[in-house]
C-alpha cells in the first residue's frame, strides 16, 4: 500500500501561480507521481507526470509553458507548479502513485490516489 497526502491548492486569481505537493509514503518508495485534475461537469484529465526515477517528465498539451512537475526524492515528495492561471484551471487536483512506473498520462496506470484539492481560479 502506498498512501498519497497532497497539500495546496485554495482560491487564487487570474494570472496567479501556485504550487501543489504531494507526498508519497508506505510500502513503494520508488513511485511515478502523476496530477490530474476534474472541473465540474467535465471528465478528469491529465495535468502532469514524473517516473519514478524523477528523470523524466510528461506533461499535458494543453498547459505547455504553465505547468512544471519535479520530485525531491529524500522526501518522497512531488510538486506541481503552475502559472498565468487561468478561470478554465479550477478544478480538483488529484495526486497519483504508480510504484516504479514510468510516468505515463493514463489515470489507469496509478494506483494510489490522493484525496483531491480544489483550485478555484477567480477574476
Known amino acids: 500500500q502506498v498512501q498519497v497526502e497532497q497539500s495546496g491548492g485554495g482560491l487564487v486569481q487570474v494570472g496567479d501561480s501556485l504550487r501543489l505537493s504531494c507526498a508519497a509514503s508506505?510500502?513503494?518508495?520508488?513511485?511515478?507521481m502523476g496530477w490530474f485534475r476534474q472541473a465540474p461537469g467535465k471528465e478528469r484529465e491529465f495535468v502532469a507526470a514524473?517516473?519514478?526515477?524523477?528523470?523524466?517528465?510528461n506533461l499535458a498539451g494543453s498547459m505547455t509553458g504553465r505547468v512544471a512537475i519535479s520530485r525531491e526524492s529524500a522526501k518522497n515528495t512531488v510538486y506541481l507548479e503552475m502559472r498565468s492561471l487561468k478561470l478554465e484551471d479550477t478544478a480538483v487536483y488529484y495526486c497519483?502513485?504508480?510504484?516504479w512506473g514510468p510516468g505515463t498520462g493514463l489515470a489507469d496506470s496509478y494506483d494510489y490516489w490522493g484525496q483531491g484539492t480544489q483550485v478555484t481560479v477567480s477574476s
Open positions: 497519483a502513485a504508480d510504484p
Open positions: 508506505g510500502a513503494y518508495t520508488h513511485n511515478a
Open positions: 514524473i517516473d519514478w526515477q524523477g528523470t523524466s517528465t
